[in-house]
């Protein structure tokens, strides 16, 4: 299994720009989540789905959104990008059936200037 | 929403030295994990441990669920060891199983 998989790594994007961050996991996890680390911070979470079709807000959604057609796939969706969205971005997912633990994936660093 | 809190908040240990850090939180969890970032931003997963003792070769941690807190052990600390260690909780109360962190314990082990 290759877990909890993210493209890009690093991203550049100027202001009032738009792009996808991209999740894929491969081990038929029904709960996915989005979260955001700021430098020196903790992670935040920004939008979760428990399952395909739904979707629901984290403490810091604004200027996201999200869907999830798939079981495997969670995109992320940043639209007018602005410099407060700058921050460190991970994907995670969690069976639920039979644990609480959550698979992190390696994370995409996006810098708005 | 539930708080967690870490310390301390920096370490400096020589190589070879032991460290212990803590974690408490405010409200009943059903998972507690931590998290070792590494200098190049990756997040490790150390322990899945919402209640009891876990060992993992010199690492360590308990956490006493009904005292709400947690322990993480580290013995004989080497440099490789150094980086930011996060401890996260998902509390009870709610379905949505998402993880709360705290703000981290950024160690450094000096050669």
């Known amino acids: 299994n290759a877990g909890v998989t993210q493209t890009p790594k690093f991203r550049i994007l100027k202001i009032g720009q738009s792009m996808t961050l991209q999740c894929t996991q491969d081990m038929n996890h029904n709960y996915m989540y989005w979260y955001r680390q700021d430098p020196g911070m903790g992670l935040k979470l920004i939008y979760y789905s428990v399952g395909a079709g739904i979707t629901d807000k984290g403490e810091v959604p604004n200027g996201y959104n999200v869907s999830r057609s798939t079981t495997e796939d969670f995109p992320l969706r940043l639209e007018l990008a602005a410099p407060s969205q700058t921050s460190v971005y991970f994907c995670?997912?969690?069976?639920?059936?039979?644990?609480?633990?959550?698979?992190f994936g390696p994370g995409t660093r996006l810098t708005v200037t | 929403g539930i708080q967690v809190e870490q310390s301390p908040p920096d370490l400096i240990l020589q190589e070879g030295a032991n460290s212990t850090l803590r974690c408490n939180f405010s409200d009943s969890v059903n998972n507690l994990q931590w998290f070792h970032q590494n200098p190049w931003g990756q997040l490790i997963n150390l322990f899945y441990?919402?209640?009891g003792t876990k060992q993992n070769g010199r690492l360590s941690a308990t956490t006493v669920a009904t005292e709400r807190y947690s322990l993480l052990y580290i013995s004989s600390s080497q440099t490789t060891d150094s980086g930011v260690y996060f401890c996260?909780?998902?509390?009870?109360?709610?379905?949505?199983?998402?993880?709360?962190f705290g703000s981290g314990t950024r160690l450094q082990v000096q050669p």
């Open positions: 441990i919402p209640s």
């Open positions: 996260a909780v998902a509390s009870r109360d709610t379905g949505r199983r998402a993880l709360t």
């Open positions: 995670a997912s969690l069976r639920a059936a039979d644990s609480y633990e959550q698979y």
